[in-house]
Nanobody, 116 residues
């Protein structure tokens, strides 16, 4: 059983929107802060957004602030990344991360390609 599984990636035109989902299982989801990271072609993995365990606090990379929104549903063990006004430079593999006090989990990633 994979602890976190991303979905929702795909091909989108510049200016378009996508919603990524991350399904969590096998751990106490409500005790973990959840984040999205991404790794573009030839680049290192970088932080995108984070949401606290309760959902009451969020943080964003400057590059996505105002365009992306992270949310979570602790009743469904799900975290989401709504991506609007997508740009070419948003092209990357997007990874879901679960961070607890003692453990962290990473998903396999989902590809997002922004192209005209």
């Amino acid at each position: 059983q994979v602890p976190v599984v991303e979905s929702g990636g795909g091909l989108v035109q510049p200016g378009g929107s996508l919603r990524l989902s991350c399904a969590a299982s096998g751990f106490t989801f409500s005790e973990y802060a959840m984040s999205w990271y991404r790794q573009g072609p030839g680049k290192e993995r970088e932080f995108v957004a984070r949401i606290s365990s309760s959902g009451g606090s969020t943080n964003y990379a400057d590059s996505v602030k105002g365009r992306f929104a992270i949310s979570r549903d602790n009743t469904k063990n799900m975290v989401y990344l709504q991506m609007n006004s997508l740009k070419f430079e948003d092209t990357a593999v997007y990874y879901c991360n679960a961070q607890g006090l003692w453990r962290a989990y990473w998903g396999q990633g989902t590809q997002v390609t922004v192209s005209s």
